[in-house]
T-cell receptor, first 117, second 113 residues
Framework: NAGVMQNPRHLVRRRGQEARLRCSPMKGHSHVYWYRQLPEEGLKFMVYLQKENIIDESGMPKERFSAEFPKEGPSILRIQQVVRGDSAAYFC??????WGRGTGELFFGEGSRLTVL | GENVEQHPSTLSVQEGDSAVIKCTYSDSASNYFPWYKQELGKGPQLIIDIRSNVGEKKDQRIAVTLNKTAKHFSLHITETQPEDSAVYFCAASREGGYQKVTFGTGTKLQVIP
C-alpha cells in the first residue's frame, strides 16, 4: 500500500511565478491536510479538504494561495505570484476519517520543498 | 484556538542516556496528544500517542506522560541510540468532533555516539 505521494519533491520558482504542489493520499483515504514548515519552525496548518470540498482553510493566506481536491486526481496546493517568504517545505497528510475520529493518526508525505529566488 | 509550546528546541544527549521533551497546551478541551518523529528529508511519522483518559503510556524505549491539570505532556526516550536522532513534534487535538491537530515547534534531538 503506497504511502502519501507528493510531487515535486523540490521546486524552484522565481518571484512572481506560480507553484503547483500535488498530493495523492494513501489508498482509501479521503481526507487531505496541507501543512507548511518554515525553517526552524513547526508544522503550521493550512487547509483541510475532502473530495471536492474545502472543509477548513483557516490557516491559508487569503491571497495567492488556493487548494483543491477534485473527484479524480490528486489534491493540489497552488501558490500564485510567489514571493521569497513562500520558501518552505509543504507537507501533505491524509487520513481515512476526519481528524478526531478513528486512530487519529495523520499519514504524511515526504514534502515538497519550494525555493523562491 | 489551541496553542502548543514545546521545549527544548534542541537537545543533545550521549548514546545510552535518556531524553525528555516537554510540551504545554492551552485548550483544556484537547484530549488527544500524538508525538511525531521527522527524520531528515522525510515527512513526520507518528511514534506514540496518548489520550486524556490515561496518565502514562509506554512502548519499548518510549513513554509519554500527561498531566491534564497542568496541561502539559512529555516524551521520554530511554537508552537513546543514534537512530533516535531526528526532529520530534508534539501535537494536541480534540477527539470526537472536528478539531485540527495543532503541532508544537519541534525539538531537534541529537544522540552522540
Amino acid at each position: 500500500n503506497a504511502g502519501v505521494m507528493q510531487n515535486p519533491r523540490h521546486l524552484v520558482r522565481r518571484r512572481g511565478q506560480e507553484a503547483r504542489l500535488r498530493c495523492s493520499p494513501m489508498k482509501g483515504h479521503s481526507h487531505v491536510y496541507w501543512y507548511r514548515q518554515l525553517p526552524e519552525e513547526g508544522l503550521k496548518f493550512m487547509v483541510y479538504l475532502q473530495k471536492e470540498n474545502i472543509i477548513d482553510e483557516s490557516g491559508m493566506p487569503k491571497e495567492r494561495f488556493s487548494a483543491e481536491f477534485p473527484k479524480e486526481g490528486p489534491s493540489i496546493l497552488r501558490i500564485q505570484q510567489v514571493v521569497r517568504g513562500d520558501s518552505a517545505a509543504y507537507f501533505c497528510a491524509s487520513s481515512p476519517e476526519a481528524w478526531g475520529r478513528g486512530t487519529g493518526e495523520l499519514f504524511f508525505g515526504e514534502g515538497s520543498r519550494l525555493t523562491v529566488l | 484556538g489551541e496553542n502548543v509550546e514545546q521545549h527544548p528546541s534542541t537537545l543533545s544527549v550521549q548514546e545510552g542516556d535518556s531524553a525528555v521533551i516537554k510540551c504545554t497546551y492551552s485548550d483544556s478541551a484537547s484530549n488527544y496528544f500524538p508525538w511525531y518523529k521527522q527524520e531528515l528529508g522525510k515527512g513526520p511519522q507518528l511514534i506514540i500517542d496518548i489520550r486524556s483518559n490515561v496518565g502514562e503510556k509506554k512502548d519499548q524505549r518510549i513513554a509519554v506522560t500527561l498531566n491534564k491539570t497542568a496541561k502539559h505532556f512529555s516524551l521520554h526516550i530511554t537508552e537513546t541510540q543514534p537512530e533516535d536522532s531526528a526532529v520530534y513534534f508534539c501535537a494536541a487535538s480534540r477527539e470526537g468532533g472536528y478539531q485540527k491537530v495543532t503541532f508544537g515547534t519541534g525539538t531537534k534531538l541529537q544522540v552522540i555516539p
